[in-house]
Every structure is written in structure tokens, then in C-alpha cells.
């Protein structure tokens, strides 16, 4: 056998980048630990499988359109004390998507919010699962210009295939009437199917004035709490920390 130019060739055919790259290595650990045939075969395919594993995390990391790049690894929980990491780190293992249930984040302006919703969303895709992130705002649009041409149910099935749809900043701009309409069959959609992880600004109590409707707002509510991890975040904006904005930088909490 004419082992490295046909193992190029084969490599380069089969488009498996990384076996190339890695075979050499494995030989050599097969020939020193006298592997049987089928253990380094195994090895081989191993490698190439966690190559287009992670391949494909990036890919869904960049279809899920995540604002900024933020991890779990990087959030102080000493600066966020209203969070507890226990819960934070249950979340990212990732269990509630398989058990389509949700998170609920809510706090004001730059207590984490957006942070940990991309960190999540990120592991979830590394995981192997799709995500889609975008603002309350931009959902809205979305889903109006779906109903606009006919084919709200449509888009509303294809989302359901998404395992985790992330949908920040509700609050900061209110729903007139039909917005508010398409948001709840955006959450009523996914009930008990898919996870949502929203976030917002105003406590619950405050949703009737986002949505121009205390009932339909109660009725979201109870379909996305239902089977969720709801967060309150408090204190200072992250933003501002370090700043002399009229407080003692470091201060302690308020
Ligand atoms: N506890 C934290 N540890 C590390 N970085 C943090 C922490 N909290 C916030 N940040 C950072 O501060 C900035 C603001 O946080 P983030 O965007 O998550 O706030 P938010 O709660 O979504 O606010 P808003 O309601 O204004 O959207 C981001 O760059 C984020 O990474
Ligand atoms: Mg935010």
C-alpha cells in the first residue's frame, strides 16, 4: 500500500479534513498500544465525528444570530448576588430544553440578562441543538410580515422545530394590539413543545401594560411559567460598575 499519498487522496475525496490531519498520531499511539484493527478505525471515525460535531456547533452558533458572543465561565456572581450559580449551572446542562421547559429572566438594565440568555443559547448550540435568538421587537416583525403574507402557521411550525428560541428585551418596547396577538402564538405555540428563554425588564405584574392587555398578558405568563426557571436579577447596572455615577463605586448592593 502506498499508505500517506492514498490516505491524502482518500481524505481529500471523502472530504474528511481532520482524519488527515490526525491519522499520522493515531498510527503511531495504535502501533505503540498494538490496537486491534477495529480500535483504530474506531479512533479514526472518532475524531472526524467530534471534528464535524463542533463544526456544526459554530454553524448553529452563527444561524442562531446571538447579538454578541458571551459565556456562562465569564458572568460574576459576585458582582450578580440576586443569581444562584447552582441554578444558573443546572440551566446549563442543558436539561430544560430536553424537557422543553423554560427560563425567565427579569431585572433591570444590565444586571445580566442578555448575557446569560446568549451564554445558555450558546451551549445549547455547541450542544448540538438549533437555537434562534432575536428581541421581542424583532419577533414581532417577523411574525407579522408571516401573517402579512399568509403564512403565520407556517412559520409558527417551522420555529416549533427550533428547540430554543431566545426572545429578549420584552418591556422596553410596548405591543400594540395585533403585536401583542402574534407574540402570545408565538408562546402559546411552544407550550409544553419547545423552550423559551425571555427576558425583560418589567416584573410580571407590570406585562398587562407591555401587551395592552391584562388578559392576554396573564395568559402568556401562565403558559411560559408553567415549566420554567424564573430569575430575578437586582442591583446596579454592570455597565455602570467601576463608575462614579454619584454612588461609591463598590459600595455593596442596594
Ligand atoms: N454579572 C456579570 N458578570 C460579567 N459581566 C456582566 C455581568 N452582568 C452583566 N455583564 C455584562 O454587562 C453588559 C450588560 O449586561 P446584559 O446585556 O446582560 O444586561 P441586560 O440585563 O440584558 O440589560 P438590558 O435590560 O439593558 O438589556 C454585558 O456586556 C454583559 O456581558
Ligand atoms: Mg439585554
Known amino acids: 500500500m502506498s499508505g500517506a499519498r492514498d490516505l491524502a487522496y482518500l481524505c481529500r475525496e471523502l472530504k474528511h479534513p481532520s482524519l488527515l490531519a490526525g491519522v499520522g498520531r493515531l498510527a503511531e499511539r495504535a502501533r505503540a498500544d498494538a490496537w486491534s ?80 440568555s446568549i451564554a445558555l443559547g450558546i451551549r445549547a448550540c455547541l450542544a448540538g441543538h438549533r437555537v434562534a435568538f432575536a428581541t421581542a421587537a424583532q419577533w414581532v416583525d417577523r411574525l407579522g410580515a408571516a401573517h402579512d403574507a399568509g403564512r403565520l402557521q407556517d412559520e409558527l411550525r417551522r420555529l416549533g422545530r427550533v428547540p430554543l428560541v431566545i426572545i429578549d428585551e420584552v418591556g422596553y418596547i410596548p405591543f400594540q394590539g395585533e403585536a401583542a396577538n402574534l407574540f402570545f402564538q408565538l408562546v402559546s405555540s411552544r407550550y409544553e413543545r419547545a423552550s423559551v428563554i425571555m427576558s425583560s425588564n418589567k416584573a410580571f405584574s407590570r406585562w398587562g401594560e407591555v401587551f395592552g392587555d391584562d388578559t392576554v398578558a396573564a395568559a402568556m405568563i401562565d403558559r411560559l411559567v408553567h415549566h420554567a426557571e424564573v430569575i430575578n436579577l437586582k442591583g446596579d447596572s454592570y455597565r455602570l460598575k467601576g463608575r462614579d455615577l454619584g454612588k461609591v463605586p463598590g459600595d455593596g448592593d442596594t
Do not use: M, W, Y
Request: net charge negative.
Open 37 to 116: 484493527h477495529e480500535d483504530f478505525l474506531a479512533a479514526c471515525l472518532e475524531r472526524e465525528v467530534s471534528a464535524r460535531q463542533s463544526h456544526g456547533g459554530e454553524a448553529r452558533v452563527r444561524a442562531a444570530r446571538f447579538p454578541a458572543r458571551k459565556a456562562l465561565e465569564d458572568f460574576d456572581f459576585e458582582h450578580q448576588h440576586s443569581v444562584r450559580k447552582d441554578i444558573v449551572a443546572h440551566l446549563g446542562a442543558l436539561d430544560f430544553i430536553e424537557a422543553k421547559s423554560n427560563a425567565v429572566f427579569l431585572g433591570p438594565p444590565g444586571t445580566g440578562k442578555t448575557h446569560l
